[in-house]
């Protein structure tokens, strides 16, 4: 990694974005500003800077997309007019900064901030439930197929890819059960500091390693379950089989690279054409890798 940038794995929730940006003030004192608010959040190195940060739902519509959309600038020009920075956005979180500390927040109204919060949360929550639904249909399937199946080798997949996607099933539903129960505490104590006539509290920096300790785990558990899955398939499977899966995983090495094709900012119709472009070379590369893999082996001679 250049030492002229420094990226950082950050995960939140949108009732999180006060520790977020109390966060972003701790780098900037430590000498690291925000360049980029992907993905990952990416630094660059400056002077140790005294910084107040506002990370915001934008209120445009479409505020999500790549491309700022009109609506979108102009809620940007309308905080960089009253003093506030635009950096950059994940989402529908826009981050801004300022040396200024006399200048006031970018949402002085506490009721309308957390309907953002609950409206934001909604995609998330839905793509959850969308990715859970899928899961559930893989599991109830390959189960039925584990119960069907006749021959001994491919029961035993089917069972290894029962316990694979319910493991998928129960690591979504914990994820989706934490953002419930973030959103609604953080939503409770926000009202109740309304009624009580105070600010909303703002979030500390816990939050944030509890996200980080979440997302990880999530992500050691799939990429285990996936290798012990493919080392039980490559025992298991025939020559032929193995042939196969092999020309299809190293067909799926160039795939690390796809970061790096959506780190810049490009619109819905680039994004799409370089998905159609990775599906269609990784099955051109598969069979390809298949077709040398069998002239080397023998494999189907």
């Known amino acids: 990694m250049s030492k002229d940038v420094k990226k950082e794995f950050l995960p939140f929730y949108y009732s999180d974005l006060d520790a977020v940006a109390r966060h972003l003030e701790m780098m900037a004192a430590k000498g690291w500003m925000l360049k980029s608010f992907g993905n990952t959040c990416e630094y660059e190195p400056c002077e140790p800077l005294i910084a107040r940060f506002n990370v915001v739902l934008c209120p445009a519509k479409d505020a999500d997309s790549s491309q700022i959309k009109p609506e979108a600038r102009e809620f940007i020009e309308l905080c960089e007019d009253s003093g506030w920075k635009f950096i950059d956005h994940r989402g529908p979180a826009y981050a801004f900064f300022t040396t200024d500390e006399t200048i006031p927040n970018i949402v002085t109204d506490e ?4 309907e953002a919060v609950r ?23 390959r189960l039925m197929n584990a119960l ?36 609604k505490r953080w939503v409770d104590s926000a009202n109740a500091a309304i009624s009580a006539g105070k600010p909303i509290p703002r979030s500390d920096d816990v939050v944030l390693r509890r996200r980080k300790a979440y997302s990880v785990t999530f992500i050691i558990a799939i990429a285990a379950a996936t290798a012990l899955l493919i080392a039980y398939a490559m025992r298991t499977m025939s020559p032929e089989g193995r042939s196969f899966l092999a020309a299809m995983l190293i067909a799926a ?5 796809i970061p790096r094709l959506f780190g810049k900012k490009r619109s819905p119709a680039a994004k799409t054409f370089i998905i159609i472009g990775l599906v269609l070379g990784y099955l051109l590369l598969t069979f390809i890798l298949l077709l040398i893999i069998s002239a080397v082996f023998g494999v189907f001679q």
């Open 253 to 257: 090495i160039p795939l690390a690279f």
């Open 119 to 141: 409206k934001a949360g909604g995609r998330s929550r839905f793509l959850y439930m969308a990715n859970i639904g899928i899961n559930t249909a893989q599991f109830l399937l």
């Open 111 to 114: 009721a309308e901030r957390i």
């Open 148 to 183: 069907t199946e006749k021959d001994p080798v491919s029961r035993g997949l089917s069972i290894a890819l029962t316990a694979f996607f319910g493991l998928g099933v129960i690591l979504l539903t914990v994820g989706l059960i934490t953002l419930l129960t973030s959103e």
